[in-house]
C-alpha cells in the first residue's frame, strides 16, 4: 500500500493550496499507475483511509458516513499532510514513524501526565486520540462559508499544534479544545455539532 499512499498524498499536494483529490479523479490519472498496472479502486480507498486515521488528510464536504456511498469522495491534506508532502521524496510511512517517536507518553484519563520525563498532574479527561479525531472530523465538517472554514481552521491549527508538541499541557489543551468548541458552535449548524462530539465520544456540555 505504500506506493498508493505515496502517490495519493502526492496528488494531494498537486492541488495546493487546496491540497484536496477525490478518489475516482486519482485512480484515472497516471500517479495510480505501477509498472502499467492500475491501482484498483479499493486499494486507494483503504490507502485513504489510513491518511484520515494518521491525522494526514480529512473528509471533504461530506459527513463521515456518507463517505464510503459517494461517487468521488474527496480528500484534503492537514497541516501535518501538507508537511510530509513537502519532503521529497515523499514517505508517508516514515513520516508517520517520526510523527509517533515524538508523541510524549503520557494518558490523558489517568492520574498524572508523564512526558520527556517529566510528570505533572493532569486533569482535563479526554485522551489526546480522541482530540486529534475531534479535530479532524470538525475540519471535514467547515466547509459551509469561508468565514467559518477560517474560523474553525485557526482554531484546530493551535489545538492539533499543542496536541503534537513535545509537553502538551492540559491547561492548554483544555483553554484550546474549548475555543475550538466555541468556534464550531458559532459557526456550524447545532445538529452538526451534536453529531460530530457524538461520533467522537466527546460530552458536548
Known sequence: MDFALN???AAAMD???DCRIGIADFVLSPRAVLLDVRLETKEVERAAEYLVKVGL????????ASWG???NPTFELTVLGIQCGERHPINVRNYVTEQQSQQPNFTFNGPTQVGNHNTQNNTFGHDPNQLAQFARELLAAADSTDTARARITSSVEILEGELVSANPEPGKLRQFFENTKQ???ENLPALTVQTL???VGIPLA
Open 15 to 17: 492541488d495546493f493550496p
Open 57 to 64: 488528510a480529512v473528509r471533504h464536504s461530506i459527513s463521515p
Open 197 to 199: 462530539f457524538a461520533a
Open 183 to 185: 468556534a464550531a458552535l
Open 69 to 71: 456511498a459517494a461517487k
Open 7 to 9: 502517490e495519493l498524498l
